[in-house]
C-alpha cells in the first residue's frame, strides 16, 4: 500500500505571496493527482499528471518520479484560493489500477 | 454535462436504520468510485467499480456496507444497519476508462447517524 505524505499540514499566506505545498510517496504510481476541496465541501479535481509538469492559468503541478515527489504551486495567491488542497496517488498495475490513496490535506489560508 | 450526482444531499436518521446512498455518473464513465471522508481518517476508497463490476472493495469497512452497479448509470451504497460512526460525507467519483484518467467527484451525501 502507498504512503502518501503532504506538507506542510497548514499554511497561511498573504495575498501575492507564491505557494508550493509538497506530496511524498512510498512506491510506484499509474498518476498523482492534485484536488481542491473548498469550505463549502466540493472537490475539484485540478491536475492528473504521471510526468514533468502542468500549467492551469496560476496553478502549476510538478512531478519527479524518481523521487517520488510532487510540488503544486500557487502564483500571486488570492484569498479565493483558500481551500485543503490534498494530493492522491493512484497505484501502479494490478487490481489497483486507478485506485487512489490519499493525503491528509494541506489548509491554505490566504488573507487580503 | 450535468456532473456526477448523488442523492440525497444530506441525510439524518438513527442507529440501526438502513441508510442507502445513490450516485448517478457522467454519462460514458466506465470507472465509479465511492470514497468516504471523516474528520479522523480523511478521505478513503471505498470501492471501485470499471464497468459495473466491482474491481476493489478491500476499503468496505465491514459487513454492514454493500454496493451495487446494476448498469452504467446507476450505483447504490447501502448500511445495514448505520452506527453512529458511519456518520462521514459520501462521495461518489467517476472517470474514463483510460490510463490516469481524472476523476470527477460528486457533491457528497453528509450523513449524519444518531
Known amino acids: 500500500k502507498n504512503e502518501v505524505e503532504q506538507s506542510p499540514q497548514n499554511l497561511t499566506a498573504q495575498e501575492g505571496e507564491f505557494i508550493t505545498i509538497n506530496c511524498s510517496y512510498s512506491v510506484g504510481i499509474s498518476a498523482l493527482h492534485w484536488l481542491q476541496q473548498h469550505p463549502g465541501g466540493g472537490i475539484v479535481s485540478l491536475f492528473m499528471?504521471?510526468?514533468g509538469k502542468k500549467k492551469h492559468g496560476r496553478l502549476i503541478a510538478t512531478i519527479n518520479i524518481q523521487e517520488k515527489h510532487s510540488s503544486l504551486h500557487i502564483t500571486a495567491s488570492h484569498p479565493r484560493d483558500s481551500a485543503v488542497y490534498i494530493c492522491?496517488?493512484?497505484?501502479?498495475?494490478?487490481?489497483?489500477?486507478?485506485?487512489?490513496?490519499f493525503g491528509q490535506g494541506t489548509i491554505l489560508t490566504v488573507h487580503p | 454535462d450535468a456532473g456526477v450526482i448523488q442523492s440525497p444531499r444530506h441525510e439524518v436518521t438513527e442507529m440501526g436504520q438502513e441508510v442507502t446512498l445513490r450516485c448517478k455518473p457522467i454519462?460514458?464513465?466506465?470507472?465509479l468510485f465511492w470514497y468516504r471522508q471523516t474528520m479522523m481518517r480523511g478521505l478513503e476508497l471505498l470501492i471501485y467499480?470499471?464497468?459495473?463490476?466491482?474491481?476493489?472493495d478491500s476499503g468496505m469497512p465491514e459487513d454492514r456496507f454493500s454496493a451495487k452497479m446494476p448498469n452504467a448509470s446507476f450505483s447504490t451504497l447501502k448500511i445495514q444497519p448505520s452506527e453512529p460512526r458511519d456518520s462521514a460525507v459520501y462521495f461518489c467519483?467517476?472517470?474514463?476508462?483510460?490510463?490516469?484518467?481524472?476523476?470527477?467527484f460528486g457533491p457528497g451525501t453528509r450523513l449524519l447517524v444518531l
Open positions: 467499480f470499471n464497468n459495473n463490476v466491482p474491481i476493489d
Open positions: 499528471l504521471s510526468s
Open positions: 454519462s460514458g464513465h466506465d470507472y
Open positions: 467519483a467517476s472517470s474514463f476508462d483510460r490510463e490516469g484518467e481524472t476523476q470527477y
Open positions: 492522491a496517488v493512484g497505484n501502479a498495475g494490478g487490481t489497483s489500477y486507478g485506485k487512489l490513496t
